[in-house]
């Protein structure tokens, strides 16, 4: 069984707290990867005072997995980790997930494990590798606004508004097979500083904020991206070549794993 594990999101309904995750994300890897999806509790710190502390040993947890992905979420990277203070007031945090994706990036980075991270889990990439963001991309001057409201249903929401333009010869054109795509936007962070480590892949060609990335020297697949690639992967064929590869980078190295593994057993 090749396993990849994703981050959850911890939200306060009613009076619970949960630990939740959008169900587009487990299809894709389900389907499009071919791998079965984990889900990663951000269980760091009480939901509730007077519980005790909760520090995971993650890199137990990744022993286990052949994979990882970090999603989209309505929440942003915590200001601070990178440096800032928070520019609006109604921003939505969520420092249970920081707490537990920034690590758990860089230590599968260093392992050489399969890595995917989308929207939120782009930025995350970036701030994990010491990159900053830009909070409210719509209020800097030649900037567009990469924000989608008021959408009726979630084609509209996710439907493509604009286009980015892939680097000639990167990993994601030589994957796409093209040098344009035509993309959704449904975000208001963006990478103000790429982090060092991190190669540009693509970029929105109205107004050159970064749209893609990958690790630069990275041991096995990592790559991100701004924009939704999971939205009905099935039905672009982009999106079918994204997570097939993904998957088939978290078959070899479940591969390598295993091999590993019995070569212990045999010394």
Known sequence: MVKVG??????????????????????????????????????????????????????????????????GSPSMVEPSIYGCGVEREDTLLDRQRDAVSLPLIRAAIERGIPLLAICRGFQELNVALGGTLHQQIQNLPGKIDHRSYEKP??????SPTHYVNLV????????????????????????DQLAPGLT???????????EAVRVTNAKAFALGFQWHPEWKFW?????????????QAAHDYA?????????RISA
């Open 168 to 191: 000639p010869g990167g990993a994601v054109a030589k994957m796409a097979g093209v040098e344009k795509m035509f993309v959704n936007s449904v975000h208001w962070q963006g990478v």
């Open 6 to 71: 994703l981050v959850c999101d911890v939200n306060l309904i009613g009076l619970v707290t949960y630990h939740c995750l959008s169900e587009k994300y487990l299809y894709a890897v389900a389907m499009g990867a071919g791998a079965t999806p984990v889900i990663i509790p951000a269980l760091v710190q009480p939901s509730h005072q007077g519980q005790p502390v909760y520090q995971p040993n993650l890199m137990e947890w990744l022993d286990d997995l052949d994979g990882v992905m970090f999603t």
């Open 255 to 263: 591969q390598s794993r295993r091999f590993s593994h019995q070569a």
């Open 235 to 247: 039905d672009d064929e982009f999106g079918k070549k994204l997570f097939s590869s993904f998957g």
């Open 200 to 210: 540009v892949e693509a970029s929105c060609a109205d107004d050159g904020i970064i």
């Open 153 to 158: 249903n979630l084609d509209e929401l996710y």
